[in-house]
């Protein structure tokens, strides 16, 4: 892959000019290394790879002032800074004419930049969603309540464009908040749908414009297609799937399972969950608004002895509270998911005692960045003979 023009400068990804070939070797032995350090004896097995290129399907862009209007991403050199972007490699190749239309017209419109610590002005973020297999674009807009956009130009000027990828979507969220990371106070759609459409192997997955959804969709069919050859799941099995976003797991596991049930903290996300199984036609699979440890310890008695616990936390991992939930609730396989190998590594150490651990597989979700995503299996020690 060609280097990034602003790589010297852009700290969104630092490992640009390190071989593919190496990188993956680096993060196996990241790996191997915590496996050691926490004293695991593991099958680990060798790294998923990824394509490098315009993998990702989201990106968060910051408005700043300075000498002028420019938006991009904080600089790895100097930390107040923003570098203006005119291109990224990893997100999109129609990245580069949506930043220039999108900073003309707010130019042209003399909008201000709302500051960090000052808290006055309009401008805040910009984010952008691309999907990968169809083709669609999200756009948001992250102002403050203070100026008004011309809502009509934005769009004219936005659609008009000629791109490899179609708008479908384009919101103006409006955040007050003192908060420096992006809050949904009020959204507004301002032009097409509400969401736009991913599709992963067979199945179809909306996204909406503040739902968690995995930014490598290359790298994620075939880590949910492992997971339901690892699984093995059968037509007289059940799956509980913790964590469940926006059903993905679940949806790909449904296909062989007797039933499935997601639990998700946030109720906008579990709402495009049922829409996405709907539009996939699954109908056994059933989603709770819920905190995880809340809903196992409030209704895990129902679910215990449960064929498959599916466990793909936020980086922070789980807490000593939620793993002891999952032991009372005896589970007969889990497959613990995590992006944060050191969150999983720790949280094993807690469930070791009554399961054993089949394997760790890495996937690399994130070229060009030190992340990776870590996968396991685990058996439970009293029903292996
Ligand atoms: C890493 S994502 C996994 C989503 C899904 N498994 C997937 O592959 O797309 C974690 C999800 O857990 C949800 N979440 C965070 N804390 C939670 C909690 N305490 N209880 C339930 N869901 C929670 C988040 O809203 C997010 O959708």
């Known amino acids: 892959m060609k280097i990034c ?6 700290g ?24 050691i350090s926490h004293k695991i004896d593991i099958e680990l097995k060798p790294i998923n790879p990824s394509p490098c290129e315009y993998y990702r399907n989201k990106m968060e862009f910051s408005f700043a002032d300075q000498e002028g209007l420019v938006c991009g991403l904080y600089s790895k050199r100097e930390r107040r800074k923003v570098v203006d972007i005119e291109e990224c490699l990893i997100f999109s190749p129609d990245l580069g004419e949506v930043l220039k239309a999108i900073k003309d017209f707010l130019k042209e419109k003399k909008h201000s930049v709302y500051g960090k610590y000052s808290h006055q002005g309009f401008l805040r973020y910009l984010i952008i969603r691309e999907t990968k297999f169809t083709k669609e674009i999200m756009i948001g807009i992250v102002t403050s309540s203070s100026e008004a956009l011309d809502v009509k130009e934005f769009i004219k000027v936005l659609t008009s464009l000629k791109l490899k990828s179609t708008i479908k ?16 106070d009020k959204k507004e759609l301002l032009y097409g749908e509400s969401f736009i459409e991913e599709r ?10 503040d739902t968690f959804f995995q930014v490598n969709p290359y790298a994620i069919v075939d880590f949910y297609k492992k997971i339901r ?3 093995g799941v059968s037509s007289r099995e059940q799956v509980l799937d913790l964590f469940c976003g926006v059903g993905t797991i679940g949806m790909f596991l449904a296909r ?27 109908e056994n699979i059933s989603f709770f608004v819920a905190d995880s440890r809340k809903f196992l310890n409030t209704q895990g008695s129902f679910y215990k002895n449960t064929d498959f616990l599916i466990i793909n936390p ?4 789980l807490s000593p509270k939620i793993i002891r939930a999952i032991l009372r609730l005896e589970p007969k396989n889990i497959i613990y998911s995590s992006c944060n190998p050191e969150a999983l590594f720790r949280d094993l150490e807690g469930l070791l005692d009554q399961y054993s651990l089949d394997f760790i597989e890495p996937f690399d979700f994130f070229p060009h960045t030190p992340h990776l995503e870590a996968l396991s299996l685990l058996r439970r020690k009293n029903l292996i003979k």
Request: proline letters at 2%; aromatic letters at 12%; charged letters at 30%.
């Open 5 to 10: 023009k602003h790589f010297s400068e852009c």
């Open 12 to 35: 969104g990804c630092r490992f640009q000019d390190i071989p593919y070939k190496e990188q993956l070797v680096a993060k196996q032995d990241k790996v191997k290394d915590l496996a």
């Open 169 to 184: 979507s384009i919101y103006q969220v409006i955040s007050d908040s003192f908060s420096d990371a992006v809050v949904f």
């Open 200 to 209: 992963l192997d067979d199945l179809t997955f909306r996204i909406g414009i």
């Open 229 to 231: 050859e690892y699984a």
């Open 256 to 282: 062989d399972a007797k039933f499935v049930w997601g639990v998700e903290r946030e109720e906008e996300i579990v709402d495009i969950a049922w829409q996405n199984a709907k539009i996939n036609k699954i």
């Open 314 to 317: 936020p980086r922070c991992g």
